[in-house]
């Protein structure tokens, strides 16, 4: 769970992982005391000094040990107990990648700048794989040695898209699933503004333009788009 800055979401966030799941919270260099919260509340802490939502991500996934991982964000937005299905599905062998597609719940949830960055991405994602998605957002769960095995290399804005590209190329089983996408505590540290979503989108394209067969994909066995 990549954080800067989020105490005042935490608590509602860390209260809905659901029970006997280990919460990792990857702080990324917070001053509001998000560290010290988020280890009061009973979740493992981990500092990750390099800025960027890759950086922060990948060091969750490599001080993860469980089978099978989960992204979520700590800003309020999303709600952990919505990973519990695709959990069951991975762990049942019936998909390999399940990414939330975000319903907004409530007016000005999801401005147009970032719903229409998210479009831009999903079309270029669909010339690029074939791949039938609606929404990049954070909300996911896989198998934690075949994402290791991807290889990722953005550390920035790039990550959930990377991850999703190299999946494909590897011939993995991705889905989609709606989620209530809720408004979100704070303002974003990516999309909050017209020139980040576009310099988010800039760092996705490089993963957009990656040829097939880049990095050490893990290919699951009986695989299909």
Not at 105 to 119: S, V
Not at 206 to 213: F, I, N, V, Y
Request: proline residues 6%; aromatic residues 4%; positive net charge.
């Amino acid at each position: 769970m990549p954080c800067l800055d989020e105490a005042a979401a935490l608590p509602w966030v860390l209260a809905r992982v659901p029970a006997g799941w280990r919460a990792i919270v990857v702080d990324n260099g917070s001053t509001d005391g998000s560290a010290e919260l988020a280890r009061s509340l009973g979740a493992t802490v981990v500092h990750e000094p390099r800025r960027g939502f890759g950086a922060a991500c990948h060091a969750g996934l490599t001080a993860a040990d469980a089978d099978v991982v989960c992204f979520c964000d700590c800003d309020g937005s999303l709600d952990p107990r919505d990973l519990e299905p695709f959990v069951r599905d991975v762990a049942a062998g019936r998909t390999d990648l399940v990414l939330g597609r975000r319903r907004p719940q409530a007016r000005g949830t999801w401005p147009a700048h970032a719903r229409a960055g998210n479009l831009a991405l999903a079309r270029m994602l669909r010339r690029r794989t074939g791949l039938r998605l609606h929404d990049l957002g954070p909300l996911r769960a896989a198998r934690r040695a075949d994402l290791l095995a991807l290889a990722l290399t953005d550390r920035r804005s790039g990550y959930p898209l990377q991850m999703v590209v190299r999946a494909a190329d590897a011939g993995w089983r991705v889905e989609e699933r709606d989620v209530p996408y809720l408004p979100r505590t704070g303002k974003s540290k990516v999309t909050g503004t017209w020139r980040g979503t576009w310099q988010a989108v800039r760092d996705m394209r490089a993963a957009l333009a990656e040829p097939p067969g880049t990095g050490a994909h893990a290919r699951r066995e009986g695989s299909n788009r």
